[in-house]
């Protein structure tokens, strides 16, 4: 452990002189506030690159059951190919991935709520009456329970500077990949939650894990434990990577995982494909074509 610590003073002595091994602790917090600082950055921009895509998404999920007799039962499994918008809303709303789910299972499904499309164009209340109708209509279609925090954006909404007053922020560690620092920084919020809603009267606590590049405070993973204020088997846990997409300039979601709880143990793995940038003016834009 000692070992540990003192590689760890190593590599922050870019940021402050390190002399004595009492000092440490106030070291690692003074870079982790440093890195999160740079993350919130990062993000304000980020949000508006990332706001104007449209993605392909495959989510296989799958539920795992033990009978009250210690049978396990084969695992219920469904794919959805849905189309992802990353849309941020008007007036501090939620910064939200919204799904429109096209098939379950190879079928095609059919639905009432307004187009993504519907996102872009409309304005204000309309806006967010359409936000909430393709919500609503795809939270249904989940395996499990119906939720909408298994999107690609949850990380980006939590760590986001406006929710900064309501986390706690400490180092994990600092480590070297292909010659990039990257920090692993943790974001625990109060013992009674405020962000993400549980049901109509209670709220869950959030932890964030987020992998971060020293530098430039680009996000590269993010980790989101959602902790229910009643006792619960597991915990329900959604993690997210970010990559490097050459056609669209910057970093997109490519996986997302989740674990949870529903009966079960449930299971998804969901993979981002067929990136395009939708243009409000006329039409949707493919990757390399021009006006």
Do not use: C
């Not at 919204?98 to 190879?106: K, P």
């Not at 990039?180 to 943790?186: D, G, K, M, Q, S």
Request: proline fraction near 5%.
């Amino acid at each position: 452990m000692i070992r540990l610590l003192a590689v760890l003073v190593v590599s922050l002595a870019a940021y402050v002189p390190a002399t004595r091994a009492q000092d440490l602790d106030g070291v690692r917090q003074i870079v982790a506030l440093d890195v999160a600082r740079r993350l919130r950055t990062y993000l304000v921009e980020y949000e508006q690159r990332l706001g104007a895509l449209v993605a392909e998404e495959r989510f296989e999920q799958a539920i795992t059951t033990v009978t009250e007799s210690g049978t396990t039962q084969l695992p219920r499994r469904r794919v959805l190919v849905s189309e992802l918008g990353f849309v941020r809303l008007p007036d501090d709303h939620a910064w939200l991935g919204h799904r429109r789910v096209q098939s379950i299972d190879g079928r095609p499904v059919r639905a009432d709520a307004p187009r993504l499309d519907d996102l872009f164009t409309e304005t204000g209340a309309d806006r967010l009456a359409a936000v909430r109708r393709i919500a609503d209509e795809n939270a249904r279609h989940n395996l499990g329970h119906p939720r909408t925090t298994n999107v690609p954006t949850l990380p980006l909404d939590l760590l986001h500077p406006r929710h900064q007053a309501a986390y706690r922020v400490s180092m994990g560690s600092i480590d070297q990949r292909a010659g990039i620092r990257v920090a692993r920084l943790e974001f625990a919020e109060g013992p009674k939650g405020a962000l993400v809603a549980y049901d109509a009267r209670s709220f869950v606590r959030t932890l964030v894990t987020a992998w971060v590049e020293v530098d430039s405070g680009a996000l590269r993973h993010a980790e989101v434990t959602l902790i229910p204020p009643v006792a619960a088997r597991e915990n329900h846990v959604v993690g997210v990577e970010f990559e490097p997409n050459a056609q669209m300039g910057m970093r997109v979601p490519v996986r997302l995982t989740e674990r949870f709880w529903a009966g079960g143990t449930g299971e998804g793995k969901a993979t981002y494909g067929k990136y395009r940038r939708f243009e409000t003016a006329a039409r949707i834009v493919k990757p390399g074509e021009r006006d």
